[in-house]
């Protein structure tokens, strides 16, 4: 669905337009990622194998401590970060390794997002007007 908003809590970041990765179990940067590369490596989750570079991601909660919040900045080093980032539930460590790494960061959204939105849709992540929006179709996976 092209245009539907949901309201978030809080954020923090600019304003960022990429496409989604959208799972509903929670995320940890240190067991669900492979940092060097940028994709999603345990085998167990749902987005196994997608390529965060450049992704919004949405799920409903995290996982993790320090060496989460420092994975962020090291993806982004490395050029194979998240362009953002979108949660229900969020800890401080995430918070904080989102603003070092400058990666936009909402918390609270509305938890019909996870009803409506698909992976590879297009969305628009407003921290600062604590708003995601949805603004295109999904496109076909490269």
């Known amino acids: 669905m092209k245009g539907q908003l ?12 990429a496409p989604a990765l959208v799972s509903m179990q929670p995320f940890s940067p240190r067991y669900d990622l492979d940092r060097a590369n940028g994709t999603i490596s345990r085998r167990a989750h749902p987005l196994f194998g997608e390529s965060i570079a450049g992704k919004i991601l949405v799920c409903p909660g995290v996982q993790g401590g320090i060496a989460g919040g420092w994975a962020f900045l090291m993806m982004r080093g490395r050029g194979v970060g998240f362009a953002g980032l979108v949660f229900g539930k969020v800890n401080p460590v995430m918070v904080q390794g989102a603003a070092a790494a400058e990666i936009p960061i909402v918390a609270g959204v509305d938890e019909t997002i996870f009803t409506v939105l698909q992976n590879h849709q297009w969305i628009r992540l407003d921290p600062k007007a604590r708003q995601v929006t949805i603004i295109a179709p999904a496109l076909a996976r490269r």
Do not use: T
Request: net charge negative.
């Open 6 to 17: 949901f309201e978030c809590r809080h954020g923090l970041g600019e304003i960022v337009e």
